[in-house]
């Protein structure tokens, strides 16, 4: 039930508003019971530092509470003998936590081993790893939670081990609803629609939503292919002659192709049941399914993401031919819908009560569809509004603000460009937002772009999606910072942050135990499927009168965060927010050593 931030750092209407009082009566059917106790917060006085690592050329940053020692040490971790010896920066309150801190700078420390940091009296960090790949198993998990939240699909032991179940929503058979009828497809006519991902903690299917999380993995592919070449998956897939990343993006974009009208081209908005489902496992989730209401941002979402996948697989076409040809038409279909329906904004129906993704203003999916459209086709009906992008004061995409989506696109090194096409306004544009994402970087107690007004729904992936614009600004400008200050992003989101945790699911010391995800609560497994991003702090505290068993630790931005499953507003994980993750964790491992 997760709700992005708005890239401004203005708070959207929650999605899924409509819900939100139901939610705890929904959390404990068919769990059995009372769900576990959360972690505990970490203490106050700790060191806060990236629990899985560094590669040994990145900068290496730990946050240490303020005292009375001026020095901090590096030391083994199974002998505790020191390595590294330094000073401790001045110290400095973050006005998110109300913390006084200090940073410890052990970016000389390159002999690849597993180090804690130790300040006189204080517990030793967390440990952590310096040494080549550091990030990879980080990455294999965080592509591979997109296959263990396959839709339609049986896991066999084989590819998901633990976390194998049986074939769930097949939507094979999925009901035309009433808000999404025409001539030709009732309400009531069955259409098939397989394949796809599980959006969030939920079950259902949101073309909105898996718009920016397809395309920041097929970004991840285009920017950093050599990395991906290599990444080997295990997936029912792998072999066939795809990068596994690619097969992992094309089990949603298949599902995606099946949500277009065939006869008008438009998109169906969302492919669910009427109201969320209990605490239980996808095949015991059984009630029927609909696509509900076609609109603007669906179709233009789509188009974006059909253009794209048709330049990325392009290489890839002798595998399935016609392929990127199929999906370049049906982006200009969609567009061309969007056209003739340019204001068809989502309406929830009264008797849907899943998330709604609505959005107030397309003129960013229009800039970001006409971008992709024109880099596909050359075509100069795309021209004026692929370079009218109206993103300049946002400094990170998400759903609901897709701009700079467009802008990564135009100005990326090596895209071919229409003939009269200037990348420099976007370049120069990404580089601004860089520019302010580093002014904050350095300004900032803990060295994060965040400060108070940036904890919002989702803020783990605001970080992170942030961390793409600045990987994206370096790979046009090579300039240090950009890439410092993504490395901080991921820093934060593996354990650099207020609450002490490595908010990735199975990676690090600290790491979340309950997160708001059916199967990993319905599971009967003790610890929830590896790799996923959870939201993060949320001072909002948006499910606090549906969460009676547990309760926040503090109502300060950064440290507003629990780690329960009914904590849609703080402990949900989403594929829009895992995606980044995948996309920077590579990208710090191709543009670093």
């Not at 991906?228 to 029912?236: E, I, N, S, T």
Request: proline share 8%.
């Amino acid at each position: 039930m997760h709700q992005p931030a708005h890239p401004s750092g203005i708070r959207r209407p929650p999605h899924r508003l409509r819900t939100l009082a139901g939610c705890a009566a929904l959390l404990l059917a068919g769990s059995g019971g009372a769900a576990a106790a959360p972690a505990a917060p970490a203490a106050p006085a700790a060191i806060k530092v990236n629990q899985v690592g560094f590669l040994p050329s990145a900068q290496k940053l730990a946050v240490v509470p303020n005292g009375a020692q001026a020095r901090f040490s590096v030391v083994d971790a199974a002998t505790g003998k020191p390595v590294f010896d330094g000073s401790l920066g001045a110290a400095a309150t973050w006005d998110a936590s109300n913390e006084r801190v200090r940073v410890a700078d052990f970016s000389t420390l390159r002999a690849p081993g597993s180090y804690r940091i130790r300040v006189a009296g204080l517990p030793d960090s967390a440990p952590f790893s310096i040494k080549p790949g550091v990030y990879r198993a980080l990455d294999v998990a965080a592509l591979r939670s997109f296959t263990l939240n396959r839709s339609g699909i049986a896991l066999t032991p084989a590819v998901a081990g633990p976390y194998a179940r049986p074939l769930a929503h097949p939507d094979t058979e999925v009901l035309v609803h009433p808000s999404a009828a025409s001539a030709r497809r009732p309400a009531g006519t069955a259409i098939s629609s397989p394949k796809g991902w599980y959006d969030a903690g939920d079950y259902n299917k949101y073309i909105v939503n898996s718009g920016i999380t397809t395309y920041t993995l097929l970004a991840a592919y285009e920017h950093f292919p050599a990395w991906f070449d290599k990444l080997a998956l295990d997936l029912p897939e792998s072999g066939n002659g795809l990068p596994d990343i690619l097969n992992e993006a094309l089990w949603n974009l298949e599902w995606m192709a099946t949500m277009q009208d065939p006869d008008d081209g438009g998109v169906y908005h969302k492919l669910t049941n009427k109201a969320f489902d209990g605490m239980v496992m996808p095949e015991q989730a059984t009630a029927p399914r609909y696509v509900v209401q076609k609109t603007t941002a669906a179709a233009l979402d789509f188009a974006a993401v059909m253009a794209v996948a048709s330049r990325v697989l392009a290489p890839y076409d002798s595998q399935q031919p016609g392929r990127s040809a199929r999906y370049l038409a049906a982006a200009e279909s969609a567009w061309r819908w969007a056209e003739a329906n340019p204001k068809v904004l989502y309406r929830q129906p009264a008797d849907i009560l899943t998330g709604e993704y609505g959005d107030k203003s397309v003129g960013d999916e229009f800039a970001w569809a006409a971008t992709e459209l024109l880099i596909g086709t050359g075509k100069d009906v795309y021209r004026a509004r692929a370079l009218a992008s109206k993103t300049a004061d946002g400094t990170e995409p998400g759903w609901a603000d897709v701009g700079l989506l467009g802008v990564v696109s135009l100005a990326q090194p090596g895209v071919r460009l229409p003939q009269g096409v200037d990348a420099g306004p976007a370049r120069k544009q990404l580089l601004a937002v860089a520019d302010k994402l580093v002014a904050r970087w350095r300004a900032s107690p803990y060295r994060v772009s965040m400060g108070r007004t940036d904890f919002v729904w989702g803020s783990s992936s605001v970080i992170l999606n942030r961390a793409m614009m600045l990987v994206a600004a370096y790979r046009v400008d090579p300039r240090p910072d950009y890439l410092n200050a993504a490395q901080s992003a991921l820093d934060y989101a593996l354990g650099r942050n207020g609450p002490g945790m490595s908010f990735v699911t199975g990676f690090g010391t600290r790491t979340p135990l309950h997160p708001h995800h059916r199967p990993s609560e319905a599971d009967r497994i003790a610890a929830p499927m590896p790799g996923m991003l959870v939201g993060g702090p949320n001072p909002g505290q948006q499910d606090r009168k549906g969460c009676p068993e547990a309760s926040y630790p503090s109502a300060l931005p950064a440290l507003s965060y629990l780690d329960h499953a009914c904590s849609y507003a703080s402990n949900e994980i989403a594929i829009n927010w895992t995606a980044p993750l995948v996309y920077v964790a590579a990208a710090l491992e191709s543009l670093q050593r």
